[in-house]
DNA sequence: CGGCCTCGAGTTCC
DNA sequence: CTCGAGGCCG
C-alpha cells in the first residue's frame, strides 16, 4: 500500500474503503478475509490519521460507529412510506385461500409468482440512505412513525454506511431499505451468560434481546451486542425501479445488504406450501429464529392493483407454524384453592424452554381433564403455549413411566381438611367450608387487586400481613395504621402513610365494586353492575325476594338462587353492616348510571396494543359515549379495535364480518 | 332443546 | 386466553 505518497486525505479515504470491504466481508458475506488483528491495525491507522487531521471525519467513516455520546431519548422519526404488518395464516388452506383471492383480485388468467423468505423474530427497522450514505434509522413504532435509533444501527457491523455502487452508478437521492435487526442464537446465548456472571437480568429470549439492545441509550452496550440484520426489501425510493421483489433482493444483496440466502422465487402456490412445511422442520437448523415464512406477490405490478386493506397488504401474508411444542417431565401436581372454594390442580414442570420463554407451571383445570389427557405424575409431557401465551399440557409422550397412577382428586381440601365435595354433573370439586382460610386470603386479595384496586397495596402485601394474623378480613384492612405497618420491613415513614391513605381512599369507590368485591357466587363485573344499577342500594338487594333478583339482566334462576343465599346469611349481612359503618360506599351513584351517547347499544372488543391508549383508556373512552366493551367477538360485535400485534379475536372478527378499526378510525369513532 | 352469546374464574410470563 | 356454564332466543 502506498502510504508513503498518498496525501492523509487519499489515504484516509483508502482505508475507509479497505475497511467497509473487510467489514463486508465478515459481516454480510460471513467470509473474512484477513485476521482481526490485521483489520485493527488499519483500523488504528485510520483512527490516527483522523485524529491529527479531524477535518477528514466523514459521516459514514467506520470510525463513527460507536462514537456517538448516550442519547436522552429518542426521537420520533417519520417513515418516508409506511411501514404495514403482514397478516397472517396458519395452515395451508389458509394459505390457498390466500391465493385463490389473489387470483380473483388480479381478475386474469395471468401467472403470479411468489417469493418466500424466513419470518426472522427480531425487531423491525427502516434504514434511509441519501445519495448511497446511511443517514439514519427508525424502529417500525406505529407503522407511521418509529424511533430513531440511528447511534445504535451505525454499530451494527452488517448494516453498511455507504451502499457498494457499479462503477459509474448514481446512487439514489433517497432510500427506504426494510430489514430486522435480530441476534445471533450463540449470541444470545454468550450475552446471557455475560450478563448471568455480571449478576444482571438475563434476557428472556432472543427477540427480547435484539429489540432492547436497540434500544439502549448507551450505543457503547448496542456495540457490544452481537446483532445483524437480514434486510427483506425496499420503502420509499427515488431513481431506481424493479419490475419484482426479488428482483429488488438481488439488487439489495449487489449494493452491499445482507439479504437472507434461503429467499426464492416460486411459480406456484403448490410450491410455496412446500417451502413451508420444509423449514418447518428445518428452523432449529439455523443460528437465529424464524416463526414463519412470509410469502410475497413478486411482481410490483401486481403489488400495485391489489393494494392494502388497514395497512396489511393484500399481497403478502405471514405463514405462522402451530404454537411450538417441548417435551419435559412432569414433576408434580398440586392443588391450589380459589376464592369460590374451586380446587385447581396445576402441574410442576421441569422448566423447559418453549417458544422463547421457560415454563415451569401449567394449569391442569379439573380431574375429568387431567385423565381426559391421561396425564400422570412422573410421565413425560408434550407442553405448549396456547395462543401463543398460556402454557398448557397437550398430553402424555409416550408410554406412562411404570409406577405412575392415574391423578385422583384429595378427598379433603389441602388447607382445612374439609371433606371435598363434586356436584352431580359439574366438572370443579369444591371445599365447602366457609372458613377455609384459602377463601378468606383470596377474597382479600380479589377485593384489594380486582375491586378496589387500591394503589401499592397488592397480593405480597396481604399474604404478609395475613400471616402476620393483622389481617383476617376487609374491615381488617381498614383498621390497619401507618404505626403498624413501620414495624415491617419494607416499610419507610413514607410509603407506609402512602399506603394507608391509599386503603383509606378506596371507600370512594362505587358501589358496584363493592358489590363486586364482596366475592358473591356467580357475580362478576358485569352482574355487580348490573345489580347495583337495578336495586340502587345494599338495602333494597337484601330486602330483594329471589323472583326480583331473577328480574336483573343476565340474572336467571342459578344466579338469583346463589345471590339470594349469600345475602340470607347472618355472617354475610354482619360483613355489609361493618364495612357499611367504616364507610364504604353501598349506594348507587354516578358510576352506576348508564352513560347515554352516541354508542349506546352498541359493543366493542379491544384487541393488539394501541400505540397513544393504553387498554383502560381506550375502554373508558368507549364507554363515556355510551357503548359497552366486550372481550370476546360475536356476530353481534359492533366493531373490533386492532392494535398492534393482535390476537385471535381480529380472526374470528374477519370470519364473522365484524368491521376493524384501527387507531384512527378508533379515535374518529370517540372524537 | 339447540345454538349462540356472555359472563365468571383461573391463568403465565416478565 | 380458555374453559365451563348460565342465560336467552328461535
Known amino acids: 500500500m502506498s502510504s508513503k505518497t498518498a496525501t492523509p486525505a487519499e489515504r484516509a479515504a483508502e482505508l475507509r474503503r479497505i475497511l467497509d470491504y473487510h467489514l463486508y466481508r465478515y459481516h454480510v458475506l460471513d467470509d473474512p478475509e484477513v485476521s482481526d ?10 483512527v490516527a490519521l483522523e485524529e491529527a487531521n479531524p477535518d477528514l471525519v466523514t459521516p459514514d467513516s467506520p470510525t463513527q460507529r460507536a462514537g456517538a455520546e448516550p442519547s436522552a431519548e429518542f426521537a420520533k422519526s417519520e417513515h418516508l412510506s409506511p411501514m404495514g404488518s403482514l397478516e397472517k395464516v396458519t395452515d395451508e388452506n389458509g394459505l ?39 443517514v439514519r434509522g427508525a424502529t417500525r413504532g406505529d407503522g407511521i412513525r418509529g424511533e430513531d435509533v440511528s447511534p445504535n444501527l451505525r454499530t451494527i457491523g452488517a448494516i453498511p454506511l455507504r451502499m457498494q455502487l457499479a462503477e459509474g452508478e448514481v446512487p439514489s437521492s433517497v432510500l427506504e431499505v426494510r430489514g430486522e435487526i435480530y441476534l445471533p442464537l450463540s449470541g444470545f446465548r454468550a450475552l446471557n451468560e455475560r450478563l448471568a456472571a455480571e449478576g444482571k437480568k438475563t434476557a428472556p429470549n432472543p427477540r427480547n434481546a435484539a429489540a432492547g439492545s436497540l434500544r439502549q441509550k448507551n450505543p457503547q452496550i448496542t456495540a457490544s451486542r452481537p ?15 424493479f419490475e419484482g421483489h426479488f428482483e429488488a433482493l438481488e439488487w439489495l444483496r ?29 428452523r432449529v437448523e439455523l443460528d437465529y429464529e424464524i416463526d414463519g415464512i412470509v410469502i410475497k406477490v413478486d411482481s410490483l405490478a401486481q403489488q400495485r392493483r391489489l393494494g392494502s386493506l388497514h395497512q396489511r397488504p393484500r399481497w403478502a401474508r405471514a405463514y405462522k407454524w402451530a404454537p411450538l411444542t417441548a417435551q419435559t417431565k412432569l414433576l408434580n401436581i398440586h392443588i391450589r384453592v380459589g376464592r369460590t372454594g374451586n380446587l385447581n390442580p396445576w402441574a410442576q414442570l421441569e422448566p423447559v424452554e418453549v417458544g422463547g420463554v421457560t415454563i415451569s407451571t401449567a394449569t391442569l383445570h379439573n380431574e375429568e381433564d387431567i385423565n381426559r389427557k391421561d396425564i400422570r405424575k412422573g410421565d413425560l409431557v408434550i407442553v405448549q403455549r396456547a395462543g401463543d401465551v398460556i ?21 379433603k381440601c389441602p388447607l382445612c381438611e374439609a371433606e371435598v365435595v363434586k356436584p352431580e354433573g359439574e366438572a370443579m370439586h369444591r371445599c365447602p367450608n366457609r372458613a377455609c382460610p384459602s377463601r378468606g386470603l383470596e377474597t382479600l386479595i380479589h377485593w384489594v387487586m380486582a375491586a378496589m384496586d387500591i394503589e401499592g397495596v397488592g397480593e405480597q402485601f396481604v399474604r404478609g400481613f395475613w400471616k402476620e394474623g393483622l389481617l383476617r378480613s376487609m374491615p381488617d384492612l381498614y383498621r390497619i395504621t401507618a404505626e403498624q405497618l413501620r414495624e415491617y420491613e419494607g416499610f419507610g415513614e413514607i410509603s407506609a402513610a402512602k399506603a394507608v391513605d391509599a386503603i383509606q381512599r378506596s371507600k370512594e369507590q362505587p358501589f358496584l365494586r363493592v358489590l363486586y368485591g364482596l366475592n358473591i357466587p356467580q357475580v362478576g363485573w358485569v352482574t355487580a353492575q348490573n345489580l347495583a344499577r337495578h336495586f340502587g342500594s345494599v338495602d333494597r338487594l337484601i330486602s ?11 340474572i336467571g334462576p342459578d344466579r338469583a338462587e346463589a345471590i339470594a343465599e349469600w345475602f340470607s346469611d347472618e355472617e354475610n349481612r354482619r360483613l355489609v353492616e361493618e364495612l357499611r359503618d367504616l364507610g364504604l360506599t353501598f349506594e348507587a351513584g354516578e358510576a352506576e348510571r348508564p352513560v347515554e351517547g352516541p354508542l349506546t347499544g352498541k359493543t366493542y372488543v379491544i384487541t393488539g396494543t394501541l400505540e397513544r391508549w393504553s387498554r383502560e383508556e381506550a375502554r373508558a373512552a368507549l364507554e363515556a359515549k355510551g357503548a359497552k366493551v366486550g372481550d370476546s367477538v360475536s356476530k353481534k360485535t359492533a366493531g373490533l379495535v386492532v392494535g398492534e400485534e393482535p390476537g385471535s379475536k381480529l380472526e374470528k372478527a374477519k370470519r364473522v364480518g365484524v368491521e376493524l378499526l384501527d387507531e384512527k378510525a378508533f379515535e374518529r369513532l370517540i372524537a
Open 391 to 411: 402454557p398448557q399440557i397437550v398430553g402424555p409422550a409416550g408410554p406412562h413411566k411404570r409406577g405412575t397412577k392415574r391423578f385422583r382428586m384429595p378427598a
Open 37 to 46: 488483528a490485521e483489520y485493527d491495525r488499519l483500523f488504528d491507522e485510520l
Open 96 to 134: 390457498r385461500k390466500w391465493a385463490d383471492d389473489v387470483r380473483k383480485r388480479l381478475d386474469s388468467d395471468e401467472p403470479v409468482a411468489y417469493v418466500t423468505e424466513p419470518k426472522i423474530d427480531g425487531s423491525a427497522v427502516s434504514l434511509v440512505y441519501e445519495n448511497g450514505a446511511f
Open 254 to 282: 449487489s449494493r452491499g445488504f445482507r439479504t437472507n440466502p434461503f429467499a426464492g422465487r416460486h411459480e406456484s402456490i403448490e410450491e410455496v406450501a412446500e417451502v413451508c412445511r420444509e423449514w418447518e422442520r428445518r
Open 227 to 241: 446483532l445483524s440484520i437480514w434486510v427483506h426489501g425496499l420503502g420509499h425510493r427515488e431513481g431506481v425501479d
Open 544 to 554: 330483594a325476594s329471589q323472583e326480583e333478583i331473577q328480574e336483573v339482566e343476565g
